[in-house]
Each structure stands twice: as C-alpha cells, then as structure tokens.
C-alpha cells in the first residue's frame, strides 16, 4: 500500500510538472506575448523594452520557466490584466463559492444516483428501470448552461420559489469563516443565513449535478447488474446471510468500484460545469473570473486558474485512486 | 425416513425446460451422486433445492427471463418442502443446515473482502460467534481443511491463495455450521487433477467424520466409483437410472448409462480398441412426454422407444427405458 | 491518467482485438446483426439518420430563408412579444424576425459540421500522435520505445486536464469564431484518440496474423500501415461516435461562453442556443428548439455509440 501511494505521488508530480510545461509552452506562444496586451496600441518600442526587461522577458527561456515555476509553487501567478489584483487573491475570494457549490452538486448526484442505479438494477427491465436509464442518457445529452437557464425561469422567475441569483440575498449580514455560506451559517449559528444560502444553491447544484447524476447512476446500474450476476454473490446467498449483508458485504462493496473510480473522472466536468452554471446564476465563484479571463484574454488570470483546477482534479483524482487501491485489495498488488 | 425426497422435481426458464420430473432420495449420512452431461439440469435441480434460483441464478440473470423461472414439485427436507418455504425461512436453514461448495473457487469467493470475515459472517449468522470465538472457530475450520498457517490465511483475500486452497476455504465456509446436507456441484472440476484427488478425499472425510449427507453433482464418473453410495444419473433433466454405486458400474442398464461407462478411455483394454462416444448431443432431444428423450442418440432404439412417457422401473435399481429387458 | 478512463478505454481496444481474431470478419457481422435487434441502435440509428438527413436537404425543406429578417415589423424586443408557431412559420419566429423553423433545419448542417469538424481534428491528430507512438513502440527498437515512452506520458498529462478547460485556453488564444469553437473540441478530444488508437494497435501487433506477416518477411512499414492499422479503427470509430455528441453540447457551451460565432446572422443550434440567452425570460422556445435539437441528437449518436460498444465487447456479449 505504501509503494502503492508513493508511486501515485510521483505521478502526480511528474503529471504537474508536465502540465506546468505545457502550460507555460502555451503561455509563450500566445500572438505577440503577453506584453502587447498590457501596454496601449501606441506604445513605443523603448516602452516595449523596458516591460518586457521587467516581466522577465529578455531572460533566456528556461530561466524564465525556471521562475514560472518557482512563483507557481509560491501560488504566486502574478497580476490580473483585467483588475489588476494578484491573480491568487482573486482566486482565493472566488474559490469557496465554485467549492460549495460543487460539493452541494456532488453529494445530489452521489445521494441520488447510487441508490436510484441501485434501484434500477435490482428493478431490471421495470418502468423504473426504462425511466432511470433514459433519463440519465438525456441527463448526459444537456447542455448544462441551458438546464441552468430553464430551471431559473421556471422555478424563480415564473413560479418565484427560489431566489433567482447570488450565493445569498444582497444585503445580507454575514460571519465568514470557511467561506462555504451554509456550513458558516452552521458554525456561528446564523441559521438564517445557513437557510438563505441553502436556497439560493438549490437550482445551480441540481443544474451542476445533472451530468454526474447520470452518470453516476448509469455506472452503478451496469456494476450492480453485473456484480448480481457474479458466483460469489451466490455463495453468499447459499450462506444463508441476511439481505443486508448481502447487500452492503458483497454486492455494493463490489459494484461500488467503478463508480469510485467514475466520481473522480466526474470532478473535471464538474469544473467546466461550474463555470457554466455559475454564470448562469450569478454565483461570483471562479466561473465568472474564468468567463471574463476567456472573454478578455486575461492570459495570467487564465493560466493560474487552470494550474489550481489542474492542480486540484490531479489531487482529487490520486485520493480517488488511493481509495480505490483501499477498497479493491487486487490493485495494490497489481502495481 | 429420508433426509431429503425429492419428488417430480421440474424448473423451467421461460419456455425451456432445465428439469423435467426428477425424483431421487438422500438418507442421513449417504453419499449420493447426480450424474449427467453438461446441461442435463444437474446444477439446476441443486439450485432449486437450495431455493437459490429466482433472483441469484445466473441463466435468469444473463438470459433475461425476468421471473419467468417456474419451478414446481417438492423438495421435502427433514419433512419440509423446501420449495414452499417462505424466503426468510429458508434463508435461515441455508449455510446452517444445508450448504453448498461451488465449481468454480475462485470467482465463488467474494474477491474484496477477506477470507476470515467470508467464514466469520456465517459462523455469526447461525452460530452466533462474534469477535475472538469466531475468528477462532474460523482459523480451526481453516485448520480443519488443511489449510496450513491458518490465522495468517484469516487476513488474506481470495486472490493470494491458489485454486485449491481456494476450495478448501469454501469447503470450510459450506461445514462451518455442521451441515445435515452438502451440495456439492462440481467441485473439482476447476481443478488440477492432482488437487481434486486432495479434494474429494478432504470431502469424504468431512461427511465421514460428521456424518453428513453428501450430495455430489458432477459429470465424472470417477468420482461417483470413489465416493458415492448411490448414484442417479440424469438425462435430460429426468433421473434415466437409480442405483447403488456398485450395482450401476457392474450392472448398467440404461442406454445412456451404458454409453457413459464406454466413453472414458481405458487404460486396461487392447490399443487399437475405438473409444465408444455417444452419437450427437444433449440438443437433440425428445421431449420426455412424447418418449424417451435419449432415443435420438441410441443405438438400440425401436419404435417402442416413442410410445409414450417412460416409466421408472424398479425400486433398488430403477431404470427408465422400456427396452431394457431386450437389450439385456 | 486515471485509472477508470484508462481502463475503459482498454476493454473498448479489447473488444475490438477480439471480434477481430475470434472469427475473422464474421464477428463483425455477428455485431451488426445483434445491433439490428437491439432497440437502443435502432433509435439511435434512426435519430442519427434523420438529421443527417436535414443535415444534407436543409436548405432545400426550409420553406424561408434562414438569415433574412422577413417579419422584423412583428418583433418587439423590449416588449418581450414574439410571435409564436402559426400556419406560416411551424416554430415561429426569432428575436430579429426570421422563420425559426427554417432556421432549425438549415442550422442542422452546419451544428453537422461543428460536430464532425470537432471529431475529425481530434480523431486525425490523435491517430498521428498514437499511431506514432505505436509504431515507434513496435518496431523502432529501444529508441522507438523511448519515444513511444515520451509521447504516452505527455498524453497521460494531458488527459488530466478537464477538457472544457483545454477548450477554453484554446478558444481564448484563437479569438471568438466557429472555427476557434472546432478547433477547441477537437484539440481536446485528441489525448483519447491517442491512447485508444495506440492500445488498439499494440493489441493487434500481438495477435498471430502479425506475427504471421512477421515471419514471411513483409516490410515492418507495409504491416504497420496495411495490416495493424487498419484493423486497430473498430474501436476508435466507435469513440468517434460518442465523442459527436460531446462535441456538439461543448460547442454549445463554448457558444454559450461567448466564443462561438460572432455573426447572429449564421443559423448553427449552439450560437442560437446561446444567442436565445438573452431572451429566456419572455421566449423561452427561442432556446427550447435548438436544445432540444441538439439533446435528441447528441442521444441518437450516443444511443448508437453505446449500442456499437455493448454489441463489440466480449464481455457483454458472451451474455447472450
């Protein structure tokens, strides 16, 4: 297990530095470099020079990696073009939104899609059954944006039930502590604002966990389906054991694999979907700092997001893989 | 009385038939074979006496006849039929007083989860042990299987042991709570030839020792002349002959029978002497209603063979071919 | 990179090696009749049929022009009113006036093309980048290993990157257009297509016809190029298909985002997807139209994929 664990260390290292490589390649080979974008349009070429002398530019390619790197690691991904704040600042006050909202997301489509695949596994060929699957299929074929868009209408703008932007009512008085509005509201006891925050993640989550929920009970429909099948699950039942044990021990503890293994592949759309859904509601998390780092070609802003979110599902995904190493004693001998 | 009567036992998946009327008896403490070729119904009828065949069967799961098993007879174990008993009622009698070892080791053991909680949990089931006692009584059940370095063994999975260890750790699971029954289905078949030989005569010993009831499925003949007392041999989901294991070697009157015993190469008989297979296989079939449904591939077949269901005939030795008489 | 992706994408390359070798051609023919009778092909292969079909005609069904502004007099904006469905127009009209129906079935081709154009850039690159890195790994001794070494685990890192993100840093860089929108989907799909072109091709330079051609001498170049290649594509065309339709619902999304293409006057379901925006809270069909557009044909090619993987893989098969 510990040469399991360093071995995926390692990866993830070499994977970043890759990354960062790529990263910084891109960077350089971007029309006219960063500079031209930072200076006017009649900017002379001494103006020029001394900007370029300043960031760094004159430096011979691999020292400047070289210190791309450094500052990376120091989080330290220079200035916003578009605001001109220290682009980790930025990301640091936008996080915590994009964090909830996802984990909101996430834990809907991991409550809701393991039991309901679950379900339709045991319920095979029922209209539970047809109903989970096809729903999840047109789950997958929806442009997130525009499940966002129609839930806001239908549910805030028409009917009113829910608030139809921002992570609270504006105005409202808040402690902050993590920075996640429900869990704060939790800890200093402002209920009040734990409630409000809780309406106002409702739409963007459900829109959020559209695409993990479908997936998430498309794979545990076929693992169940496939796992009922298998002989050992028959030998438990030719033990005699009680349903539940039979249920828990040996048939979700195996069917539950893959679908491990599909929750950390998700975290990248859900990232992507993040950005969507956020600006859709206003959220004011990375999505909107992302929408206008694109929009404005905010190259650093762009570069540091990218780096945190990669950093981030590379993260992610190796404690995904651990835990799949934890679960399934075959893949720690396997590597 | 018998330990377990089974009577006109018959499983149908969808529209086809798996058994078609099988009938045979285990007394307390016998060994008792079931033999047949592939797709005979041996393994169904053991599944349907172990009530495991609705939901956990592998032929519903993969062939999609969703409830479309029926299965009607009786199955009277110790008196109760086995068939009408309500599930949590049977739930309760399997793996406590009827067990079964599978064919296949390795894919019969639940591969994450370790091998000391697959004996515990039943040992916890119907033995009540918890803790300690139980993973004491499951490193002597381990011990008991001739499994050596039994506590160590306790906290490995399926996948570090070899096939045949992997066997004995079922065999272990299936005795755990001193079963009045055993199913065994195949169980060596998966097997090196070396190991079924270990195999087989940790089986015996268990039943001898305990004096449980064995009942040994399996398409080899060998093992029916080395363990059982009686033997059935099925055909096409139907029992075509009923006989104590000596009288049926020395003795075989069913075509079928006849056929099996001169299919197995023999060392003892001249080279040049042609093995004798049986012509065609188990797909050609009538069904029993209209006739015996081995006449297809008999060599003796007449008109007769067509006439109608055959019956049964005869009480220690009982066959079911109306030409028996003639052939002998 | 992760495990899971890696190891889907090695049953798909699996599948393909075994109808290969198991049967010569016919296993494929055994797939194609088990897909006739499964009703998930069926609808798929009818809903992919049916807009291929409007893809092709469109511009000969519309009964209006897809661009000219023909009731901009019944429009009005900023009172919210937009004629809805009448007898002239089925779907009634957009925010500038125009046929919506006529603008749903001429849009068809080129939602089509973005989708293709998507697919084709990310399959094309991905078959150079894996195809090299198989041949390399296969016969260009040590070297060829090293190489072979390299381009994989670049393609690992890549893969680790969402792809909406690689999209998006692609898009930033060419500027908002329909092109930086294919290019950007495409570009993302190409680490896929490396990986399952290279597995699929290794696969295939162990199994025994290979070996046979080995061993009768036929140039390394003439087996790589003629014989594993070719037969390694099972696999990778049916990726092709699922990932269409991710390609059509990202280049939705990056429409969405202000990427796509700038001119209002195109008819593509992602711009008026995105475009309808706007005008969601007073014309909710201007967005419901193309989205479900693109949904049912996302499903059709995703329905067909599935259907292509479930009848191709050994191991689903064998249940049957």
Not at chain 1, 272 to 292: H, K, M, P, R, W
Not at chain 3, 140 to 155: L, N
Request: hydrophobic content about 50%; aromatic content about 6%.
């Amino acid at each position: 297990m510990l040469r399991y664990t360093v071995k995926r260390l390692l990866q993830l290292v070499v994977a970043l530095l890759g990354l960062s490589l790529l990263l910084f390649a891109w960077f350089k080979s971007l029309p006219g470099g960063p500079e031209n974008r930072m200076l006017p349009d009649n900017a002379t070429d001494q103006q020029r020079e001394a900007l370029r002398e300043a960031l760094g530019l004159d430096e011979p390619v691999w020292t400047q990696y070289g210190e791309f790197l450094g500052r990376a690691v120091r989080l330290d991904f220079g200035n916003s073009l578009s605001s001109g704040r220290p682009i980790s600042t930025e990301l640091a006050d936008r996080l915590p939104a994009t964090i909830e909202l996802s984990l909101w997301a996430i834990a809907i489509a991991i409550g809701v899609g393991i039991p309901l695949g679950y379900l339709a596994a045991r319920k095979r060929g029922t209209w539970l059954d047809f109903t989970a699957v096809s729903g999840s299929l047109i789950g997958i074929c929806t442009p997130v944006f525009f499940l966002a868009a129609m839930l806001k209408v239908v549910f805030s703008q028409n009917l009113g039930w829910l608030p139809t932007a921002f992570r609270l009512t504006p105005g409202t008085d808040y402690t902050d502590v993590t920075g996640l509005r429900v869990l704060d509201g939790l800890i200093t006891g402002e209920f009040d604002v734990a409630w409000n925050a809780a309406m106002h993640l409702i739409l963007p989550a459900i829109a959020l966990a559209s695409i993990p929920l479908a997936v998430i009970t498309r794979i545990t429909r076929a693992s169940v389906l496939e796992v009922l099948g298998e002989d050992y699950v028959r030998t438990a039942d030719a033990k005699g054991l009680k349903a539940q044990t039979i249920r828990g021990r040996h048939v979700m503890k195996n069917a539950m694999l893959p679908v491990v293994t599909v929750i950390g592949l998700l975290l990248g759309s859900l990232f992507a979907g993040a950005v969507l859904t956020e600006s859709v509601f206003s959220f004011g998390g990375v999505g909107s700092f992302v929408y206008a780092a694109t929009t404005e070609r905010d190259y650093p802003a762009l570069m540091g997001f990218i780096l945190v979110i990669a950093v981030s599902y590379v993260a992610l995904n190796l404690i995904v893989d651990l835990s799949y190493g934890f679960l399934d004693p075959r893949v720690r001998v396997r590597s | 009385m018998a330990l377990l009567e089974v009577e006109d036992l018959r499983v149908a998946f969808g529209g086809s038939t798996a058994v078609d009327g099988v009938d045979f008896q285990v007394d307390e403490g016998q060994v008792v074979g079931l033999v047949g070729e592939s797709g005979c119904g041996k393994s169904v009828t053991s599944l349907a006496i172990m009530g495991l065949l609705p939901r956990q069967s592998k032929v519903t799961a993969r062939k999609r006849h969703r409830g479309g098993v029926t299965v009607s007879g009786r199955a009277r174990f110790e008196g109760k039929d086995l068939l009408t008993l309500p599930r949590n009622e049977m739930r309760k009698r399997r793996g406590q007083e009827l067990a079964m070892v599978f064919q296949d080791p390795l894919s019969s053991l639940n591969p994450v989860v370790r091998i000391g909680v697959q004996i515990t949990e039943v040992l916890e089931r119907h033995r009540g042990l918890r803790g300690e006692a139980a993973r004491k009584e499951a490193a002597h059940l381990l011990d008991r299987v001739g499994i050596p370095d039994p506590t160590r063994r306790l906290t490995e999975y399926p996948h570090q042991l070899s096939g045949g260890m992997r066997q004995r750790v079922l065999i272990a699971i299936a005795v755990a709570c001193a079963p009045r029954l055993l199913i065994a289905d195949e169980p060596t078949t998966a097997l090196d030839v070396t190991i079924q030989a270990q195999i087989l005569e940790l089986l015996k010993d268990l039943v001898d020792s305990e004096g449980t009831a064995l009942l040994m499925i399996t398409h080899d003949l060998g093992v029916v002349a080395g363990l059982c007392d009686e033997v059935n041999v099925l055909y096409s989901g139907r029992v075509v002959e009923s006989a104590p294991a000596r009288d049926l070697f020395a003795r075989p009157t069913h075509p079928y029978t006849v056929g099996l015993l001169k299919s197995i190469p023999r060392l003892d008989l001249p080279i040049h002497e042609p093995l004798h297979p049986i012509r065609g296989s188990i797909v050609d079939v009538i069904r029993w209603k209209d006739g015996c449904a081995f006449a297809p591939r008999c060599d003796s077949v007449t008109e007769k063979c067509v006439e109608g269901e055959p019956a049964l005939v005869g009480t220690e030795h009982a066959h079911r071919c109306v030409m028996a008489e003639e052939i002998a | 990179m992760t495990l899971a992706k890696i190891e889907k994408l090695d049953r798909l390359v699996e599948a393909g090696v075994e109808a290969r070798t198991a049967e010569g051609g016919s296993l494929w023919h055994q797939s194609l009749r088990r897909m006739r009778r499964s009703p998930m092909a069926i609808t798929g292969a009818a809903i992919v049929g049916l807009f291929l079909l409007i893809a092709i005609l469109g511009p000969w069904i519309a009964p209006h022009s897809s661009t000219a502004q023909e009731w901009g007099d019944e429009v009005f904006l900023n009172r919210n009113i937009f004629p809805g469905p009448r007898a002239e127009n089925w779907f009634g009209l957009d925010h500038l006036g125009r046929d919506m129906f006529s603008r749903m079935v001429v849009g068809a081709r080129q939602t089509l093309l973005v989708g293709v154009v998507a697919t084709l850039i990310g399959f094309a690159a991905g078959a150079v980048v894996g195809g090299v890195a198989a041949a390399s790994g296969i016969f260009g001794g040590r070297w060829g290993q090293r190489i072979e070494s390299v381009i994989m685990r670049s393609v690992d890192v890549a893969l680790a990157i969402p792809m909406l993100l690689l999209a998006l840093s692609i898009a930033a860089m060419l500027g908002p257009s329909l092109t930086t929108v294919m290019v950007a989907v495409g570009v993302a799909q190409i680490p896929i297509f490396a990986r399952l072109l290279r597995g699929s091709m290794l696969a295939q330079a162990h199994s025994d016809y290979v070996m046979a051609a080995i061993s009768l001498g036929v140039p390394k170049s003439r087996i790589v190029i003629s014989h594993i290649f070719p037969n390694s594509l099972g696999p990778v065309i049916v990726q092709a298909t699922l990932v269409l339709a991710t390609a059509i619902i990202e280049a939705a999304a990056l429409s969405y985002l202000g990427l796509g293409n700038p001119d209002p006057g195109s008819a593509e379901w992602g711009t008026m997807l995105a475009d309808a925006q706007r005008f969601l809270a007073g014309a909710p069909q201007l967005a419901i139209y193309p989205a479900v557009g693109i949904i049912i044909t996302a499903l059709g090619f995703t329905l067909l994929g599935e259907a292509m993987r479930e009848s191709l893989d050994p191991r689903l098969r064998r249940e049957q």
